[in-house]
Each structure stands twice: as structure tokens, then as C-alpha cells.
């Protein structure tokens, strides 16, 4: 069976009468299908325009379920997202930015998502819908591991919430590879920094992926950031103390002590270019 519904309480009521699997952009699930015939019955969500696009209102901008990365790119987003702008731009290549989805990204749940830190260090929050009506969670709690999340067999996630910043606020994301473009990330660290009317920072969130199975915050070093002026003399805040709760792995991208190595040094350079921001 192959729906493709045109409204999202059809699209629902299809999840809860049967078991299927989500399509959005298809550059997860098809892959991860490579050579087998698809035997699962499928929701087709791309024909539903609602969940596509970016809103502002109510404190919030609401990141629909259908946007791309190329969406992102391309939208006239506030300064204090740029690290969201930086993260699109490194998804694959152009033409899997203008398919894939930032939710198929989440919800996909990889640990080497790219999305996942820099919405991390936004503080963003999911919506899962399903027929009775919807939830929201902090993405923090919505990612469980290595291709688990929260997201029930009768749930849609619909959109992706962040919470509005002061215009002083700054983000910044980067990424490591085994080259420069079109790679998965061996490490990727992102930071938002917001100050204060006196120019001290009031709020930090930094986060780091591909270094344990989910992707972390740093509330060691958040704390640590507190209070301190924006300058690049920040880089020097971050110690291998504020990273020790990470979990990297070694496998076929670096080993376990060089992800442990370049996270501490990328820390320290996404703080870097968010003062210099
Ligand atoms: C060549 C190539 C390069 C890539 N490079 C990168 C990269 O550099 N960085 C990176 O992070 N990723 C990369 N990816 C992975 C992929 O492109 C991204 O994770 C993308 O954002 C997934 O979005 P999608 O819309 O294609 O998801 P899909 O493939 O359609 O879905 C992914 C998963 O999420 C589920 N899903 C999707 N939408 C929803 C929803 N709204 N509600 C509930 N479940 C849903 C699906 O059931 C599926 O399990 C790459 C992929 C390819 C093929």
C-alpha cells in the first residue's frame, strides 16, 4: 500500500488505521532500502503543503515538517540563526538539501545528524500530531538514540519550534569531515550565545554531535560562559572537563581520542566565530 494523502487529518487517520512507514524527502529512507524490494506500506507525506514552510509568531518561529534545507537557505531568517543557515548548507549537496527535510533529519535520528546540535543549541522544541491532537516536546528528551525517538507509530512530527532570541544573540555551527564537502561528520559542534543589555553573555547553549549516540549539550561549559564578555577570547572557556560526559566511538571516520580531541578544538572555534559574529 502507497498513500499520498492532501490533508494532514487524512494523512492521520491513515497512521492510526494501519502501520506505515513515513516518506518525506526520501533521502534516508531510500538508502537505507538499497537493494530490497520495499515491502512496507508507505505515507507519503509530500502532498501535504501545511506542513511546509517557516512561521513567525507567538514568541516562536515553527519550522513546518515538509521544509528542506534549501528552505532554510533560502529563508530571510533573523542573524541569531545563522548556525541553523551554516548547517543546511553542509546537508549533503544542493540537490539533497532541495529533497531532504530538517524533520526527516530528526526524526531519522542519526548520530551523525547535523541538524540535531545546532537545533540542540537553539533550545528547539518537536510537535507530534496524531488523530486525538498533539504534543511538544524539548528535542533534548525527543531524540532517545541511535535511530529511536519518541515519535509513536500513530504520530506525525508536524513542526519545529524555536524560541525567539534578542537581536544581540548569535549562533554558529561547524562541521568536520574526512573532506570539506559532502561527507558524513566525524564531529560537528554548535553554539547560540545571547547577552545582555551590558554586552555579558546571559544565555549559552553549545551542543556537540557525532560524539556519543545522541547528540549533547555542554551545561558544564554553558555555565562556565556565563557572565562573560563576547570576544574571542571565549575559546579559551572551553576544558576537557566540559566535554567529559561525551561518549565518541571509534569507527571507519577517526577514532575515538581524535573525535575527543577536535570536538574540544571545534568548541572552541564555534565560540570563537560566534563573538567575532
Ligand atoms: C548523498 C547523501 C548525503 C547526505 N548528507 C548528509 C549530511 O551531510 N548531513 C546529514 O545530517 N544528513 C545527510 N544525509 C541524510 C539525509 O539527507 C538527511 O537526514 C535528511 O534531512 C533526511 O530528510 P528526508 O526528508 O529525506 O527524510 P526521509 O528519508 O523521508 O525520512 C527519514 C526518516 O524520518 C521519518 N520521517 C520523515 N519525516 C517524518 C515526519 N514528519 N514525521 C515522522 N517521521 C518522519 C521517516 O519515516 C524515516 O524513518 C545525506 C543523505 C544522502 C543520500
Not at 526520501?26 to 530490497?36: A, I, M, N, W
Not at 506542513?51 to 533560502?74: H, N, P, Q, Y
Not at 556519543?212 to 560562559?225: D, I
Not at 566511538?249 to 581524535?258: E, F, K, S
Request: glycine share 8%.
Amino acid at each position: 500500500m502507497y498513500v499520498r494523502p492532501t490533508d494532514l487529518q487524512a494523512a492521520l487517520r491513515a497512521l492510526r488505521t494501519h502501520p506505515l512507514c513515513v516518506l518525506a524527502g526520501g533521502t534516508d529512507f531510500y538508502p537505507q532500502r538499497v537493494g530490497r524490494a520495499l515491502r512496507e506500506d508507505v505515507l507519503d507525506i509530500t502532498a501535504l503543503p501545511e506542513l511546509r514552510g517557516i512561521a513567525r509568531g507567538d514568541g516562536e518561529f515553527a519550522i513546518g515538517a515538509l521544509t528542506t534545507w534549501s528552505d532554510i537557505v533560502a529563508a530571510p531568517l533573523p542573524q541569531w540563526m545563522r548556525g541553523l543557515k551554516q548547517a543546511a548548507r553542509e546537508v549533503g549537496g544542493v540537490q539533497i538539501q532541495n529533497a531532504a527535510t530538517v524533520a526527516g533529519n530528526l526524526c531519522n535520528a542519526s548520530p551523525a545528524a547535523d541538524g540535531v546540535p545546532v537545533l540542540l543549541a537553539l533550545d528547539a522544541q518537536v510537535e507530534l500530531s496524531a488523530l486525538g491532537g498533539a504534543r511538544r516536546m524539548p528535542l533534548q528528551e525527543f531524540i532517545l538514540g541511535s535511530r529511536r525517538t519518541q515519535c509513536r507509530a500513530d504520530e506525525l512530527l508536524t513542526r519545529i519550534l524555536i524560541p525567539e532570541r534578542n537581536d544581540a544573540a548569535r549562533s554558529a555551527f561547524l562541521k568536520l569531515g574526512a573532506r570539506r564537502y559532502l561527507v558524513i561528520s566525524i564531529a560537528m559542534v554548535a553554539a547560540t550565545l545571547e547577552c545582555d543589555g551590558d554586552g555579558s553573555i546571559a544565555r549559552a547553549a553549545v551542543a556537540v554531535g557525532a560524539c556519543s549516540e545522541v547528540a549533547q549539550r555542554l551545561p558544564k561549559l554553558e555555565a562556565a560562559l556565563l557572565g562573560q564578555r563576547l570576544s574571542p577570547a571565549l575559546a579559551q572557556v572551553p576544558m576537557p572537563a566540559h566535554l567529559a560526559h561525551l561518549k565518541p566511538v571509534a569507527d571507519v571516520r577517526g577514532t575515538a581520542q581524535y573525535r575527543s580531541d577536535a570536538a574540544l578544538t571545534m568548541v572552541r572555534r564555534v565560540l570563537e566565530q560566534v563573538a567575532l559574529d
